[in-house]
């Protein structure tokens, strides 16, 4: 079945502790993304792949980072969290050649930092 | 900045009537438009989508129109049913592999 995958997907931590969202997908696809969610505030993005090694600021990079050493992982790393990164994060992908725009979303990783 | 809105936070349908969402985007570079639908617990599903050199496109029970001259985007959903219950996101695309979305509408479909 094709589809993205994000682990964990409920996450509690403590400001300052380092930790990182994975985010896995088994369709071959160029493009990733991670969205972070917030009320009132819709979908915006953090940051963007459109190939191995190949990485950009979207929206709200404050804070994260991101790696893109396979084609198929796309993890989400948060040095120092802050309470303000709580969040519902969703990662993306899409092919970038063929139908890039088209993007297939994870099941959400919901992340709280006391 | 950039920005895409929709004009209601929430619908509210009658089972069997047809529903209508709308949203205003602001790039006028945007080329390339995008329904989705996001349930509760979900992430975003996508729906139907449009390009700039469109009006309108039909899928199956839902049509996105397009028109540019007011930078409005419209999706109609034919006969509404319980399972469209949904969050609905229009997002745009303005060809620089981002994704801009609007804050979204919620469409609650009554029995």
């Known amino acids: 079945e094709a589809q993205v995958t994000q682990n964990p997907r409920y996450l509690i931590t403590v400001t300052g502790k380092k930790l990182t969202v994975t985010c896995s997908q088994n369709m071959n696809h160029e493009y990733m993304s991670w969205y972070r969610q917030d009320p009132g505030l819709g979908l915006r993005q953090i940051y963007y792949s459109m190939n191995v090694e190949v990485t950009d600021k979207g929206d709200v990079p404050e804070g994260y980072k991101v790696s893109r050493k396979e084609k198929r992982n796309f993890p989400l790393i948060l040095e120092s969290p802050s309470p303000n990164q709580t969040s519902l994060y969703f990662c993306?992908?899409?092919?970038?050649?063929?139908?890039?725009?088209?993007?297939?979303f994870g099941p959400g990783t919901r992340l709280l930092v006391l | 900045g950039e920005s895409v809105g929709l004009h209601l936070p929430t619908l509210s349908v009658q089972e069997g009537d047809n529903s209508i969402i709308n949203c205003a985007y602001s790039?006028?570079?945007?080329?390339?438009f995008i329904w989705y639908k996001q349930e509760s617990g979900k992430g975003p599903q996508f729906i139907i989508d449009i390009r700039s050199n469109m009006d309108k496109r039909q899928g199956q029970r839902v049509t996105v129109l397009l028109n540019k001259t007011v930078k409005h985007l419209s999706l109609q959903i034919a006969a509404t049913q319980p399972g469209d219950s949904a969050v609905y996101f229009c997002a745009e695309s303005p060809n620089t592999g981002k994704l801009i979305f609007g804050q979204g509408t919620t469409l609650q479909v009554k029995p």
């Open positions: 993306a992908s899409s092919s970038y050649y063929t139908d890039r725009e088209t993007q297939y």
């Open positions: 790039n006028s570079a945007s080329d390339y």
